[in-house]
């Protein structure tokens, strides 16, 4: 189950008279008997020799310089055995390891290493375990449990309080005493992390199958609180949180089915307590129309969840436009009806709406989901008296969606034609269509 990349790695360094083993959740994994997810190498070879032996090799990251070396689509981390934290390790008044790019002995590099089963090393020239912090015991009983003293291992790097609730979820593993006990008292510390870094982890543990476990494990340790704050505040009240829940499980089981997982409907899940709430608050306070209200919510809680954890722009955009569209599933007249349905991005704004429905929030968007799933069934769309606008009553929409067709149907669609994509730049007022719901931005 090894990877061929891996193998060439290992035998490539070996033959160049270095050291090096395969080591961490690769290793882990197999003798726990999961399938990896990656492979990891370890070697005594320095960054700038590693380069030298595969032409592939890219070398990444400042405070801890890794070597990415690729095999097509496979890409190994090759790092340099870390020598021993010392005094004179720059750090911040944390405690937090600064710089860290001096390299030891295979031995010095097991105690760097995070919990007891992830410095496990695989020694390809005789088939054995190396094992100096008495991982495979705790493989064995099933612990997590972090290598030295847990209040300083955390300082030194508080993400491994995110990754104590990651693969311990990942196992099935209960987690050390000793391991758990500061994590409450230590959470704010990940306020120092930049939240670039924090944005990867966020996908690592909230877009995976362990989703749920994983929130409800950074909730217990005070954890979710920092990196989002907004939503935690809001998922006291049970009908948010299961909102919440329902998309995490949602993606985890895209991902058990090998189907595309994306970061903006995660992420446009996990803020969107807080900007369903700040919109509605716009209304009362401003009277707003509600689609302003929520263009506006959408800015001002997007600015302040950023200051903790990253959202690049191309996970942003889209996330905007799933929150927009929410705004539009109200207008049931056919000619826009249609149109929204040809929208680049309805298949994902209708999914988050039916998530929305199932969570409970708001019975009438049980009746609203149900609606739109018909509507992209038949090419009638359903009649919806309330909504139907005057002179529309025959059912016919503005001229330019007059052959019928329901457009991006998505799956459930039968084989209509497909209509005709937005043209970049947007489609704003044509064909007497409103501006009304013009994402922001
Ligand atoms: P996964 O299955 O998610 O890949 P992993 O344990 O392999 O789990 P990686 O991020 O790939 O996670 O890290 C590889 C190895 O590097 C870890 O097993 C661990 O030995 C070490 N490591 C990673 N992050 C840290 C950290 N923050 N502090 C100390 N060691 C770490
Ligand atoms: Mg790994």
Redesign the pocket.
């Known amino acids: 189950m090894i990877s061929q990349g891996t193998l060439k790695t290992l035998y490539t360094l070996r033959d160049a008279g270095f050291e090096a083993y395969m080591?961490?959740?690769?290793v882990?994994?197999l003798l726990a008997g999961i399938t990896?997810?990656?492979f990891?190498v370890a070697t005594s070879a320095h960054p700038e020799q590693v380069k030298k032996l595969f032409r592939s090799c890219r070398l990444v990251g400042r405070r801890f310089v890794i070597c990415h070396v690729r095999f097509g689509e496979e890409i190994l981390?090759v790092?340099t055995f870390r020598g021993p934290i010392t005094d004179l390790h720059e750090r911040d008044e944390t405690g937090r390891i600064l710089a860290d790019n001096d390299y030891g002995t295979l031995e010095e590099d097991a105690f760097?290493?995070?919990?007891t089963i992830?410095?496990l090393y695989y020694d390809i020239r005789d088939y054995s375990i190396v094992d100096y912090c008495g991982g495979v015991e705790d493989l064995k009983t099933g612990t997590l449990r972090l290598i030295g003293d847990p209040e300083l291992r955390f300082r030194?790097?508080p993400?491994?309080m995110l990754?104590a609730v990651?693969?311990v979820n990942?196992m099935r593993f209960r987690l050390d005493p000793a391991s758990a006990a500061p994590i409450r008292r230590l959470a704010p510390l990940l306020g120092e992390i930049p939240p670039a870094r924090l944005f990867d982890e966020v996908l690592?543990i909230l877009l995976t199958r362990e989703a749920v476990d994983n929130l409800y494990g950074l909730r217990v340790y005070g954890l979710f609180k920092q990196l989002f704050p907004q939503t935690d505040a809001l998922l006291e009240d049970p009908a948010q949180l299961a909102f919440v829940n329902r998309a995490l499980a949602n993606s985890a089981q895209r991902i058990e089915k090998d189907l595309p997982i994306s970061p903006a409907f995660l992420y446009a899940a996990l803020l969107w307590p807080p900007v369903e709430k700040r919109a509605h608050e716009l209304v009362q306070a401003e009277g707003h129309p509600f689609h302003i209200a929520l263009s506006q919510a959408s800015e001002e809680v997007i600015a302040r969840a950023i200051s903790r954890v990253a959202i690049p722009k191309r996970f942003s955009m889209p996330m905007r436009e799933i929150w927009g569209l929410q705004s539009r599933f109200d207008q049931r007249h056919p000619g826009r009806a249609r149109r929204l349905m040809s929208h680049p991005r309805f298949r994902a704004a209708y999914d988050f709406l039916l998530l929305r429905a199932q969570a409970g929030t708001d019975p009438m968007l049980t009746e609203l989901a149900t609606w739109w799933t018909e509507a992209q069934k038949g090419v009638e769309l359903p009649r919806h008296h309330a909504t139907v606008e005057s002179g529309d009553e025959t059912g016919e929409g503005a001229p330019d969606d007059s052959d019928g067709t329901p457009g991006a149907g998505g799956d459930a669609a039968p084989p209509a034609r497909r209509r005709r994509r937005r043209r970049r730049g947007g489609r704003r007022g044509g064909g007497g269509a409103s501006a009304e719901a013009a994402p922001a931005g």
């Open positions: 080591v961490g959740g690769g882990r994994d990896p997810k990656d990891d981390e790092t760097r290493r995070d919990f992830n410095a030194e790097d993400v491994r990754r990651r693969i990942k690592k």
